[in-house]
Nanobody, 120 residues
Framework: QVQLVESGGGLVQPGGSLRLSCTAS????????MGWYRQAPGEQRELVAR???????NYGDSVKGRFAISRDNAQNTVSLQMASLKPEDTAVYYC??????????????WGRGTQVTVSS
């Protein structure tokens, strides 16, 4: 059993900042890529940012230069620092991780999501 739990969502004014965190727990042997996706009402889920175990990153075009992803391999956590937030960043943000379990299975795990609302 593997779980991803997100935290840090909320309401923020345009131009503000917010930090999301996600912790993986359970029968984990190792974690490969970790990332954040988001889904706004009526829209498809889209990539926000991903990071490899070695620290290589890639970002969605709409967040480049404003968001920064990081991870702590020892703590099985991934974080997303969001700055210069815009109303169009409003969405449910989901944590994702590619996990090798202690039983030898590979899992594409998802968190339940955390709401981010950017509004004045």
């Amino acid at each position: 059993q593997v779980q991803l739990v997100e935290s840090g969502g909320g309401l923020v004014q345009p131009g503000g900042s917010l930090r999301l965190s996600c912790t993986a727990s359970g029968s984990i042997f190792s974690i490969d890529d970790m990332g954040w996706y988001r889904q706004a009402p009526g829209e498809q889920r889209e990539l926000v940012a991903r990071i490899t175990r070695g620290g290589s990153t890639n970002y969605g075009d709409s967040v480049k230069g404003r968001f920064a992803i990081s991870r702590d391999n020892a703590q099985n956590t991934v974080s997303l620092q969001m700055a210069s937030l815009k109303p169009e960043d409003t969405a449910v943000y989901y944590c994702n991780a590619r996990i090798r379990t202690r039983f030898g299975y590979n899992i594409d795990a998802w968190g339940r999501g955390t709401q981010v609302t950017v509004s004045s």
